[in-house]
């Protein structure tokens, strides 16, 4: 209805007439469907946004009293914390410090007992190399004789004394190398207990240098910014007794490995002292061996060559008869042959000629005799053969022994030149630490004990 008069007031003529098209539109607009709000929704509308902004504004009111009263609490508390967290920050430098100083002091004391084990164990390298002649020659010797052959590769007294000789020289070797492979070991824990105290010398370097610059962090730098997560646990953290147990434990592991290795390089120089005394009986004693050994040899290759020239003699006489065997066989079948043409001629004798006289009876008998005579011969010739196989094989057997034995023998006579280099007087290793006061130059408060 109020649109109806709106539109009138709108759109009639100032005549007063109203034209029909109009009439039909105002007709149709009045039963289009619409929403519509009675007077009471439209004043309760109005009640209803003027409470809200009260409220809202109530609400406004106490949250600026709260954030006031936050600000002053989360401000007083800010500065609070920073205080706290810098005096800590204090404390911890002051405590990293103090653990830097003392690693530092420890790195330098391991290291001057690095070099002092250092020069112990190229001592003890030194005099073991002195050693390595005598092994060499004994080892040389063993390797000629392990060129022997067949059955002259025997444990014979040589060898035995060869073996006692080199176990004497592997006795000085293997206590002096015990004490290289010692020092090495306590090199090895030593650069390995320095490696730890450098590393954690270089960790606590670099905590103090973030720890003091977190110190001279403040609200103006220019190098602070929001963080991911910083409040997360990283990993690989520990605990602050983890911390200093740590430190404490590689201190103390050091301190541990340096009186180790003063121990070592005491018993390292008596070893040296002890080992130059202990080869000469036995190179005498294995060259007396060698002597003796080589006189048998001679001796055994000696029957050997008799036995072969021998051996060569009944050959010759065994192949003769051999050829003598093989002349009869053919002159046994030459006679074999001659019985069985005739006996075969006589089989063409016609009708009652063919008879069994005397004379088949004759060549029968002749034919069985050969051929039994020819089987004896053969068979003879057989046993003959392998006789000469056997004979044969013999010599080959005793010309190899003669192989073998003259070989043995050169390599003996290879062993005694080579030995002559051990006329020369073994070189004494003269230590630089007195074997009787072992304790000289080395820390007054380490205890050795007599190895």
């Known amino acids: 209805m109020f649109v109806v008069e709106a539109l009138n007031s709108r759109h009639l003529p100032t005549g007063g007439v109203t034209p029909l098209h109009l009439l039909s539109e105002m007709a149709s607009l009045s039963v289009k469907p619409g929403q519509r709000f009675t ?29 006031r009263a936050l600000r002053n609490e989360t401000g007083n508390q800010a500065k609070w914390d920073e205080h706290n967290s810098r005096t800590h920050l204090k404390d911890r430098i002051a405590s990293v410090d103090r653990w830097r100083e003392a690693l530092a002091r420890c790195l330098t004391d391991i290291d001057s007992e690095i070099d002092a084990l250092t ?34 590769v025997v444990r014979d007294p040589v060898e035995e004394e060869l073996l006692r000789e080199v176990k004497v020289i592997e006795k000085t070797k293997k206590e002096l190398q015990q004490r290289v492979d010692d020092a090495f070991k306590q090199l090895c824990l030593l650069k390995e207990a320095r490696q730890q ?16 610059q977190c110190m001279s962090f403040n609200p103006t730098s220019g190098n602070i910014s929001f963080k991911v997560n910083p409040t997360r646990i990283p990993d690989g953290s520990t605990a602050l007794s983890e911390w200093e147990q740590n430190s404490r434990c590689n201190k ?81 079948t030459l006679d074999l042959k001659v019985a069985h043409t005739r006996l075969e001629t006589r089989t063409y004798r016609p009708h009652i000629e063919l008879c ?30 392998d006789a000469l196989d056997a004979l044969y094989r013999q010599l ?34 003269d230590p630089e630490v007195d074997a009787v006061n072992r304790t000289r130059n080395l820390p007054r408060s380490s205890e050795l004990e007599l190895a």
């Open 396 to 429: 080959h057997r005793i010309q190899t022994d003669i192989g073998y034995k003259t070989n043995s023998l050169q390599l003996d006579n290879k062993c005694m030149d080579t030995r002559r280099k051990l006329v020369v007087p073994v070189e004494k290793f």
């Open 356 to 385: 069994r006289d005397q004379a088949q009876y004759g060549l029968t008998d002749e034919v069985q005799q050969l051929e039994g005579t020819i089987r004896a011969l053969q068979q003879k010739r057989t046993e003959s053969q």
């Open 39 to 67: 007077l009471p929704d439209w004043q309760n509308n109005s009640l209803l946004i003027s409470a809200d902004a009260e409220q809202q504004r109530y609400n406004s009111h106490h949250i600026r009293q709260e954030g």
């Open 119 to 152: 020069k112990v164990k190229e001592a003890a390298e030194n005099a073991l190399q002195a050693k390595n002649l005598w092994l060499d020659v004994a080892i040389e010797c063993l390797t000629f004789r392990e060129s022997r052959r067949d059955i002259d």
């Open 197 to 212: 105290l450098s590393c954690d010398y270089r960790h606590k370097v670099e905590a103090l240098e973030l720890d003091r």
């Open 252 to 332: 103390e592991h050091a301190e541990a490995e340096m009186k180790a290795s003063v121990d070592l390089r005491g018993k390292i120089t008596l070893s040296i002292a002890q080992t130059n005394n202990e080869l000469d009986a036995q190179r005498i004693a294995t060259e007396f061996a060698l002597r003796k050994r080589m006189r048998d040899m001679e001796a055994a290759l000696n029957e050997l060559r008799w036995q072969e020239q021998n051996t060569l003699e009944e050959i010759a006489e065994m192949e003769e008869e051999i050829r003598q065997l093989e002349k009869d066989i053919q002159k046994r």
